[in-house]
């Protein structure tokens, strides 16, 4: 097909592995006891095998008296358990029921004695991670709820299956979005020999900490509220460019040149109103400000810093991260929201606000006390009562008291007539005297004498951040508890407010059969999925234009019409692979694509992707091409060689401008229009080459082409939508967004995926040659579970697991998942705690998915020493719009784009659609009629 020609693959790729080995998981099995309880299992099926043949036994209910068997005989059949000497019956059946009944009896007792044993030596290797500082920090780093209930001796079940379930995740998946995930990074090189370099998985050259998206927000709503900041601010708008509705015509004003202050003078609008009216626009993501950091930097709060800096508000030096040593040393105790005990007169432990002297003028005694009881913690004070504490006056007595007050001498007194706009350094700008000093509102009120200004509670949170990846576990909670404190972003649902990424020193090299694969066999596999992704957009784009009718109209106007509309996927592949796994004979466990199906039609526009690629191999050097399985774990309709992918790259601005580079090539002809999303998660949202549409987050290239929502507008005539800018006559098409919806789908790049075969029980493992595009897949009810969740001990468990695998032909290892589940659950079937996961799962839904574990441990190729590590390599392939050189499609090109001939609903000439008059959108009769809400924030969502 020549394939290899139209797709790229760059050769920069970021390898991700687990940062513990798998043998860490392993630990948890009862090797010996599952053998034994399979062994049951098989007796007990020989049992009632036996009792099916049995001639005229009688083992029910209500029957015949004559003939019928006594009480504890009928007992022993149902419980498969020997008949004693004398019972009636022919004798050979009551011999060979004794014969495999005894056999039973004695596996139970092997089973049990086994059990106990093996229970013994997991209890010891559990024991031994909570001596093991590394373990301990990757929990406390992730699930923060569980260490602190470890160290409080928390035993039980439910701490056993949380246990387990931590522990499948650090050593079976390969993230990076913790210390124990490291980031590493190899290159492509088809003439080169395959390997890789590596110091081993605990050698780490670089590690960050970043705070959680919430923590930012946090800190945002705090700066609007201060007085002394707000004034100063810089608003420009994002997601709306023009004239705003519903209350929202403040935000006409915001240019990105003006301070509030300035804009409340000018239009007489007040600091009260104006600042009230900057944070709900904020909020609603119509405005950003200059003190907000973009969704796309890496390190939002550096970013913030650095910007209070430049405004001469950064405040004096801070020792964080060493007060939180020095209480731990010292003995004095530090409760969990960051406050140190401070004993009062009477000896009972009290906490001191922000500024509070401590008891006699210094700070708390050495001497270890518990919190008492009616101890409270301050919302905004600092880890205090602790010489030299965290951000607090510590060790300065009354002294602090003034001092916090004050930044760097950039702020009058909170409490005074200072407060508000007034005194602030480094902003060019006076507050008129008509406009009063608020000091009393609840939403951006003056704070409160003692609470420490925005400034502050930034750089004390980059001090902690910064000495975060080397503290110990029980520092870094009590960090994440002061930055919950700082910031009041509270707990929820007992998720980490502090992320970490780490550079792990493991270099690889793909290169001879293995580069051959990624660039031969692979895009193979893509075309197939490419096909299938852009027969989803355009069916997709025909049901928006149907609904849409012939017209232009505003994109806001679009998507409120569409709201209610599901993506139409196409669903030609996954059923033509359904047919051909009917037609194969059961039990079959493997099924090889290539040569089955018919050649794929290039896409009318161009796919950006990116493969989590796993080699299944004992080495990398061992690899051969088309033979070893070359595993196609995820793909991403996206490109996931990020400035946060490549954050720790040796040369990663050259390597991040082969990539723009490289994607300008792919998209000539097209203009792709970045949506700038959000930031939720941990990474930041994908900004590619070309304009963006800020919806909802900022860009951080301050000379990028942004595009208005209200600017954008979609020509439809009933079959075909395409989008457009105001003042240009070039189509455009969305990338990343992160929106499921059917709009976004309609008009935006490809978005690729593995074919989903749900209604199949069993799914054998489906390649292309040696490329895995499915593992083997099983589908089961949830009342299979029930036996698991009815276990009462371990025992129980592995032989309630040794009957769902034969009764199902399951692996003794696989992966499992419900339909809610964003990532799979690692089950060893010879793991009780494992099984009691798996059966909370099952429990929760109605079936579960399960799907083998390909490469296993013996497959891994990444080892330090003789321990295995699953790794995986993630890969950016980018394909260019399909033309008529390829054979395919000829004018797919050329009606990627096109309207209709004629269209007279906007007076254009075909294809070509006139901006909307009076820059409103104009709509034939009949067409957008439905009214629904939509994802997108805009003025009039509320209307």
């Given amino acids: 097909m020549g394939i290899e020609h139209d797709w790229t693959l760059l050769p920069a790729v970021v390898v991700r592995s687990a940062g513990f080995p798998w043998e860490l998981v392993l630990s948890l099995a009862h090797p010996r006891a599952a053998g034994a309880a399979a062994a049951v299992v098989r007796l007990e099926r020989r049992a009632l095998g036996l009792l099916a043949g049995a001639p005229g036994a009688r083992t029910g209910g209500h029957r015949e008296r004559d003939g019928r068997l006594p009480g504890g005989l009928r007992g022993r059949l149902r419980t498969l358990r020997p008949l004693p000497a004398g019972t009636p019956g022919p004798d050979g059946w009551v011999a060979a029921w004794n014969e495999v009944t005894g056999l039973l009896e004695e596996a139970r007792l092997t089973l049990a004695g086994l059990a106990s044993s093996d229970a013994a030596l997991a209890r010891t290797a559990v024991a031994g991670l909570m001596g093991d500082e590394r373990f301990l920090d990757a929990l406390v780093c992730d699930e923060p709820a569980l260490y602190r209930d470890l160290r409080r001796g928390a035993k039980g079940g439910r701490t056993r299956r949380q246990l387990a379930a931590r522990l499948q995740r650090l050593a079976a998946s390969c993230e990076t979005t913790g210390c124990y995930g490291p980031i590493g990074y190899g290159t492509v090189e088809p003439g080169a020999a395959g390997g890789y370099t590596w110091k081993g998985h605990r050698e780490l050259t670089r590690r960050v900490a970043y705070p959680a998206a919430r923590v930012t927000e946090a800190l945002q709503q705090r700066l609007l509220a201060d007085p002394g900041l707000v004034a100063g601010l810089v608003p420009r708008r994002t997601t709306w460019t023009g004239e705003a509705h519903d209350g929202a015509a403040f935000a006409a004003h915001c240019d990105g040149r003006r301070t509030l202050a300035e804009i409340a003078e000018e239009t007489g609008t007040g600091m009260e109103r104006a600042s009230a009216a900057l944070a709900v626009a904020v909020r609603r993501g119509l405005l950003t400000h200059d003190l907000c950091p973009p969704a796309t930097v890496c390190d939002p709060l550096s970013w913030l810093r650095d910007r209070l800096a430049a405004k001469g508000l950064r405040p004096g030096r801070l020792s964080a991260v060493k007060g939180f040593r020095r209480a731990l040393a010292s003995g004095a105790d530090v409760c969990?929201?960051?406050?140190?005990?401070?004993?009062?007169?009477?000896?009972?432990?009290?906490?001191?606000?922000?500024?509070?002297?401590?008891?006699?003028?210094?700070?708390?005694?050495?001497?270890?006390?518990?919190?008492?009881?009616?101890?409270?913690?301050?919302?905004d004070g600092p880890v205090s009562g602790v010489r030299g504490a965290a951000g607090s006056a510590g060790g300065r007595g009354a002294d602090a008291a003034g001092a916090v007050d004050s930044v760097d001498g950039a702020g009058a007194d909170a409490g005074g007539e200072g407060a508000g706009a007034r005194g602030v350094r480094g902003r060019g700008f006076v507050v008129p005297a008509d406009v009063p000093v608020q000091r009393e509102r609840v939403l951006i009120g003056g704070r409160p004498g003692g609470e420490p200004p925005p400034a502050r509670r930034v750089e004390e949170i980059s001090e902690l951040l910064g000495q975060y990846p080397a503290a110990s576990p029980d520092v870094k909670l009590a960090v994440q508890r002061r930055i919950e404190t700082l910031t009041g972003a509270g707990r929820r649902d007992e998720r980490p407010v502090v992320h970490e990424a780490a550079a792990g020193t493991l270099r690889v090299t793909a290169g001879g059969g293995l580069a051959a694969d990624l660039r031969g066999r692979v895009p193979r596999v893509l075309d197939l999925l490419a096909e299938e992704a852009e027969l989803t957009r355009t069916r997709t784009n025909r049901l928006v234009a149907g609904r849409l009718g012939a017209g232009t109209f505003e994109l806001a106007e679009a998507l409120?019409?569409?709201?209610?509309?599901?993506?139409?996927?196409?669903?030609?592949?996954?059923?033509?692979?359904?047919?051909?796994?009917?037609?194969?004979?059961?039990?079959?466990?493997?099924?090889?694509?290539?040569?089955?199906?018919?050649?794929?039609?290039?896409?009318?526009?161009?796919?950006?992707?990116?493969?989590?690629?796993?080699?299944?191999?004992?080495?990398?050097?061992?690899?051969?091409?088309?033979?070893?399985?070359?595993?196609?774990?995820?793909?991403?309709?996206?490109?996931?060689?990020?400035?946060?992918?490549?954050?720790?790259?040796?040369?990663?601005?050259?390597?991040?401008?082969?990539?723009?580079?490289?994607?300008?090539?792919?998209?000539?002809?097209?203009?792709?229009?970045?949506?700038?999303?959000?930031?939720?998660?941990?990474?930041?949202?994908?900004?590619?080459?070309?304009?963006?549409?800020?919806?909802?987050?900022?860009?951080?290239?301050?000379?990028?082409?942004?595009?208005?929502?209200?600017?954008?507008?979609?020509?439809?005539?009933?079959?075909?939508?395409?989008l457009y800018a105001k003042g240009t006559k070039e189509p455009l098409l969305l990338h990343n967004g992160e929106h499921d919806t059917a709009l976004h789908t309609a008009l935006a790049l490809p978005r690729i995926r593995l074919p989903r075969l749900g209604d199949l029980p069993r799914v054998p493992r489906l390649t292309w040659d040696n490329v895995v595009i499915s593992r083997r897949r099983w589908q089961v009810g949830r009342a299979s579970f029930e036996a698991l969740g009815l276990a009462d001990d371990d025992r129980g468990l592995l032989v309630a697991a040794a009957r769902l695998r034969q009764v199902h032909d399951l692996p003794a290892a696989f992966y499992a998942r419900s339909g809610r589940d964003r990532e799979p659950f690692y089950v060893d079937t010879r793991s009780p705690a494992l099984l009691e996961g798996l059966a909370r799962l099952a429990s929760a839904t109605d079936r579960v998915t399960m799907t083998e574990v390909l490469p296993g441990p013996d497959e891994c190729w990444l080892r330090d020493g003789d321990q295995r590590f699953a790794a995986e390599l993630r890969c950016v392939y980018l394909r260019p719009a399909g033309d008529a050189s390829n054979g395919h499609a000829g004018h797919a090109r050329s009606t990627a784009f096109t309207g209709s001939p004629a269209d007279t609903s906007t007076g254009s000439p075909a294809g070509v659609p006139a901006d909307p008059p009076n820059g409103r959108a104009s709509q034939a009769a009949g067409g957008a009629r439905s009214r629904s809400a939509h994802p997108y924030p805009w003025p009039g969502a509320d209307g």
């Fill in 336 to 379: 969990e929201c960051g406050l140190t005990a401070d004993p009062s007169p009477d000896g009972r432990a009290t906490t001191r606000p922000w500024g509070a002297p401590a008891s006699g003028g210094r700070g708390a005694t050495g001497g270890r006390r518990p919190v008492g009881g009616d101890a409270g913690c301050s919302a």
């Fill in 560 to 722: 409120r019409a569409t709201g209610d509309l599901r993506i139409d996927h196409s669903d030609r592949l996954s059923r033509r692979i359904a047919a051909l796994v009917r037609d194969e004979p059961a039990g079959v466990r493997s099924l090889d694509l290539a040569g089955l199906l018919d050649e794929p039609v290039p896409p009318a526009v161009p796919v950006l992707c990116s493969a989590d690629v796993m080699v299944a191999a004992a080495s990398l050097e061992a690899y051969e091409e088309g033979v070893t399985p070359l595993i196609l774990d995820r793909l991403h309709d996206s490109v996931l060689l990020t400035p946060w992918a490549a954050q720790f790259h040796e040369d990663g601005a050259a390597c991040l401008a082969g990539r723009d580079a490289e994607i300008r090539r792919a998209l000539s002809g097209c203009t792709v229009l970045n949506v700038i999303s959000h930031r939720s998660g941990g990474a930041p949202p994908t900004e590619l080459p070309g304009p963006v549409l800020e919806l909802g987050g900022a860009t951080a290239d301050p000379g990028r082409r942004r595009i208005g929502l209200d600017e954008l507008y979609v020509h439809s005539d009933g079959r075909r939508a395409i």
